[in-house]
Every structure is written in structure tokens, then in C-alpha cells.
């Protein structure tokens, strides 16, 4: 088929390089535009730009698309069979998403119609679901709101993170738009009732608040893992929480309470098992313990 694809973050090349392979004719890739990032605040790719140009793709990265008349007319002029989105991060107007004679699908790491919007692997994970997936959905002008054709679960153990979990619907993706594209299955509208929304993830929501429940915020570190990461400060300096385990002792919320660094909670506690100064290499817990001092006692900051 003859497809436009569009994506920027890691989550997306899985797909990307699986149609290439599959043969398909990728006539355009668009992609968010590089962005500074590093100390140096150098100008960097998107994921999804770098493999593109790898596989000799045409990259297409426009800062916007709504009001973007010229834009829309390139897009329209490929004479595109389908469209392929995954995890964008524009808004595509209506007339992109009519261009394309089957229109624009989207592969999005959740099954739809829970969880919507911009974090949904984290916002699984933070909710404590048995299992998520990916739902091919046929675009509309609503907010993940298309009818869906293909929908596959995969279970959340109890140890998973947004990193491992990450990589598993991006590859499960990819593995569902070849076969959506295969075998145009019937779109299928999405149910009205058990409708969530995840919102996009800010910096701040990593701070820890121990005053709340352990099994919350032991969530809150594999959900937020690797961004926005979730921290709390010892000592006036942020510590970054990596790896954290439930513990059975209780105490007053942020009380460090044993010389394992196992840290009281609004109920129950956590014992954190890797963390990070800030500007400093990622540790295991009794590593860290050996080079700073954290007496027992010790109250980490609330949040």
C-alpha cells in the first residue's frame, strides 16, 4: 500500500521499520521537528526521524499542521491508500485525515476505549490494571475516539515498568498494523461505557507524597519510569527513586525507618532499592548507603 507514516518517539520505529519491511511504500514520514536537548541544548531528531533516514525515507517535520495550507496540500498530492500514526504528537486537521482513501490509523498502546490521551501506558500502570494493549483505531476528529479494527491485550505483572511495558505494545503495534493493513478488518465503534483518560505527563508529577499509600507510590515509580522519573529530596538535594519494593513496618510519612533505607508511607512503607543523586550515576540502595550517610530517623521531604 502506499502510506504516509507518522510518529515521533521510539514507541513508533517498531512500526516504521515493520512496514518497510512488509514492503509497503512509505511515500513520506512525518515527524516532530528536532528539538534541543543535552547540556548543550543540540538540535536532536526524533527517534522516528533517525530511522526514517536510515531506511532512505523522505522526512517530512513540520512545527504544525492546523493552518498549514501548504502542508496539507503536499500531503493531499501524495494520493495516499492509508495513513499510519503512532504517537504523533500534532493534531491532524480534517482535511488530513479524509486525504487518504482509508484514512489515517493509529496504533495506541491501550485498550481503547480505556485509557485515552497522551500517557496511557503510565496511566495503566498508576491505576494498578491486570492488563493493557494496543487498539488500531480508525482516526477522527475526536480524542481517540475512532472506531476500532484490531485490539490485542498483553497482562501487567507486578513488576513491570513504563520502560518494559513500552517496548512490548511497540512491538505488538507494529505486528497489528501489518495485520490490519492484511486483512481491512470491520471498524468496530467503541464502547460508551468504561471511557478514562490519560492525561500528558508533566515534570512534577514524579514528586513524591509520602503521606500517601505505599502500593500508590511504588506504582508511581514503575509508571514514571524512565519519565519523568519519580523523586523526593534527602538532605535538600532531589533523589530520584529508580527501583522501590513493599515493606511491612509503618511509621510517620517520609520517616526513614531501618538502615535499609525503607521509608514509612501513609500506610505501610517502601524499601527503595535503586536510586540517584541528582548528577549522579543511578545505584543500588546499599551502594548509596555506603558512600551517604542516612540515619534512621532521617524525614524525606512530603512533596
Known amino acids: 500500500m502506499r502510506l504516509a507514516f507518522m510518529g515521533s518517539p521510539d514507541f513508533a520505529t517498531p512500526a516504521l521499520r515493520a512496514l518497510q519491511s512488509a514492503g509497503h511504500q512509505i511515500v513520506a514520514v512525518y515527524c516532530q521537528p528536532p528539538k534541543p536537548a543535552g547540556r548543550g541544548y543540540t538540535m536532536r531528531p526524533s527517534p522516528v526521524q533517525i530511522a526514517a533516514e536510515t531506511l532512505g525515507l523522505t522526512v517530512r517535520a513540520p512545527a504544525r499542521l492546523r493552518g498549514n495550507a501548504e502542508e496539507q496540500a503536499a500531503f493531499a498530492a501524495f494520493g495516499l491508500d492509508a495513513a499510519v500514526v503512532a504517537a504523533y504528537g500534532l493534531i491532524l486537521p480534517q482535511a488530513m485525515l479524509d486525504a487518504p482513501r482509508h484514512g489515517c490509523l493509529n496504533i495506541h498502546a491501550s485498550l481503547l476505549p480505556r485509557w485515552r490521551g497522551a500517557a496511557p501506558i503510565q496511566a495503566a500502570i498508576l491505576a494498578g490494571d491486570t492488563e493493557t494493549g494496543v487498539t488500531i483505531m480508525q482516526m477522527d476528529a475526536g480524542l481517540d475516539t475512532g472506531p476500532m479494527l484490531l485490539r490485542e491485550a498483553v497482562p501487567i505483572t507486578a513488576t513491570a515498568s513504563a520502560a518494559s511495558l513500552h517496548n512490548v505494545l511497540a512491538e505488538l503495534g507494529a505486528r497489528l498494523i501489518l495485520r490490519t493493513l492484511d486483512e ?18 508533566m515534570r512534577d508529577a514524579g514528586r513524591i507524597d509520602w503521606t500517601r499509600g505505599a502500593t500508590e507510590i511504588e506504582r508511581q515509580v514503575r509508571a514514571f519510569d524512565p519519565w519523568p522519573g519519580t523523586f523526593t529530596t534527602l538532605h535538600g538535594t532531589v533523589l530520584k527513586v529508580q527501583a522501590a519494593v513493599l515493606a511491612n513496618a509503618g511509621g510517620p510519612p517520609g520517616l526513614v525507618l531501618d538502615q535499609y533505607l525503607t521509608v514509612a508511607c501513609g500506610t505501610g512503607a517502601l524499601r527503595l532499592t535503586r536510586v540517584q543523586l541528582a548528577g549522579r550515576p543511578p545505584m543500588a540502595a546499599d551502594a ?16
Open 184 to 201: 481491512h478488518p470491520v471498524p468496530m465503534p467503541q464502547p460508551e461505557e468504561g471511557v478514562t483518560y490519560a492525561p500528558k505527563l
Open 288 to 303: 548509596f548507603l555506603r558512600g551517604h550517610s542516612v540515619a534512621v530517623g532521617t524525614l524525606l521531604d512530603r512533596g
